[in-house]
């Protein structure tokens, strides 16, 4: 079976495996746990911030960005795809008492404009306008890159607002292999970044949020409060750190995996595609044009055929290319998807 599902999927390498079982642990709650120290220390340098912390999950983080900045019947802002909005169980509402704004974008990106119309006037009718959230690379939008200027401007004109910004950051890694800028130059936009690693990282667990250390610090609490307090997990840690020391640059190859994929499907007409650019590590496909099926039963077509993709929002599916499929194993897929939608 070829897995696409995802890039979470992955299995560690005997090399991470090793640097798991070699790893020297302590107890994190009492901030005593050596290997996670040193990656928090190290990643939060990465992105010039002054403080890191380790958390289960990429929801987790982005759920303590919004709780550590914001008060309740705040309004948080994000892009109407993102993931805080879509997949992360109406977190802001239930955790941190806050409302979402959804704005419409482009690919994933929000226009200044659009912003500005979104700002609260100083109304006790309205909650008050807190926190910008932006989404690089963008899931629902198949892993499209913000444009870096784009980006720039916006976070500029929300702190002249005075919103206080975080960037989800899950696939950042593929953004800085895409783009060749630096993890510096992305965090010195942002208040705030969360970071996966096992999204195309290859970690099995494990994400963390960037800031300054007061925020930081208010976040550390919210971790015990949501249940994320953890006591001898440099275990997993470790596998995180092998996964940024180690798995960062073989990202390309995933991007060109990506590429090969979707050039093989571009041979049947009516097949439309996202991002529209270039791809980084992953593509969606409308299918609408190909066939009257629905996306459960063409996912289960291709699943029977021995690949495995994900829906992506309505007539859509999702192929995520990873560390632990090969080139070899994309062209199958595609020729196997291909030859079932040319039916």
Same mark, same amino acid.
């Given at each position: 079976m070829i897995d696409l599902r995802s890039d979470t999927v992955t299995k560690p390498t005997p090399a991470m495996i090793k640097a798991m079982?070699?790893?020297?642990?302590g107890d994190d709650v009492f901030g005593e746990d050596p290997t996670v120290n040193k990656l928090q220390e190290e990643v939060a340098g990465m992105f010039g911030k002054e403080? =890191? /912390?380790?958390? +289960?999950? *990429?929801? !987790?983080?982005?759920?303590?960005?919004?709780?550590?900045?914001?008060?309740?019947?705040?309004?948080?802002?994000?892009?109407?795809?993102?993931?805080?909005?879509?997949?992360?169980?109406?977190?802001?509402?239930?955790?941190?008492?806050?409302?979402?704004h959804t704005l419409p974008g482009n690919n994933g990106t929000i226009s200044e404009e659009t912003l500005a119309g979104a700002i609260r006037p100083p109304?006790?009718?309205?909650?008050?306008?807190?926190?910008?959230?932006?989404?690089?690379?963008?899931?629902?939008?198949?892993?499209?890159?913000?444009?870096?200027?784009?980006?720039?401007?916006?976070?500029?004109?929300?702190?002249?607002?005075?919103?206080l910004t975080h960037l989800d950051g899950a696939r950042i890694w593929n953004a800085?292999?895409?783009?060749?800028?630096?993890?510096?130059?992305?965090?010195?936009?942002?208040?705030?970044?969360?970071?996966?690693?096992?999204? =195309? /990282?290859?970690? +099995?667990? *494990?994400? !963390?949020?960037?800031?300054?250390?007061?925020?930081?610090?208010?976040?550390?609490?919210?971790?015990?409060?949501?249940?994320?307090?953890?006591r001898q997990v440099g275990i997993?840690?470790?596998?995180?750190?092998?996964?940024?020391?180690?798995?960062?640059?073989?990202?390309?190859?995933?991007?060109?995996?990506?590429?090969?994929?979707?050039?093989?499907?571009?041979?049947?007409?009516?097949?439309?595609?996202?991002?529209?650019q270039l791809p980084t590590n992953m593509c969606i496909i409308d299918i609408r044009k190909k066939t009257s099926k629905s996306v459960d039963e063409i996912i289960q077509e291709f699943k029977d055929h021995g690949v495995l993709l994900t829906p992506s929002g309505q007539g859509k599916v999702r192929a995520v290319m990873h560390l632990d499929v090969s080139m070899e194993e994309v062209k199958t897929a595609a020729g196997i998807i291909r030859n079932i939608l040319k039916q």
């Open positions: 079982s070699n790893a020297v642990v403080a =890191g /912390l380790f958390v +289960p999950s *990429g929801v !987790m983080s982005n759920q303590l960005a919004i709780k550590s900045q914001t008060q309740p019947g705040d309004e948080v802002i994000v892009e109407a795809e993102s993931h805080i909005f879509h997949y992360e169980s109406a977190g802001p509402s239930i955790l941190s008492s806050v409302q979402l109304d006790y009718h309205m909650p008050p306008s807190r926190l910008l959230c932006l989404e690089n690379t963008h899931n629902r939008y198949g892993g499209a890159v913000y444009p870096f200027e784009e980006m720039k401007n916006l976070c500029t004109r929300a702190r002249k607002f005075g919103l800085h292999i895409a783009t060749g800028l630096s993890f510096k130059e992305y965090g010195e936009l942002f208040d705030t970044v969360s970071v996966c690693f096992s999204k =195309g /990282l290859g970690a +099995p667990v *494990g994400s !963390m949020l960037l800031g300054d250390r007061d925020t930081i610090s208010r976040a550390h609490r919210y971790r015990k409060v949501f249940g994320g307090g953890m997993i840690a470790a596998a995180a750190a092998y996964a940024v020391r180690n798995n960062i640059e073989r990202m390309h190859e995933d991007h060109e995996k990506a590429k090969i994929f979707r050039e093989i499907l571009s041979e049947l007409v009516d097949l439309d595609f996202l991002p529209a």
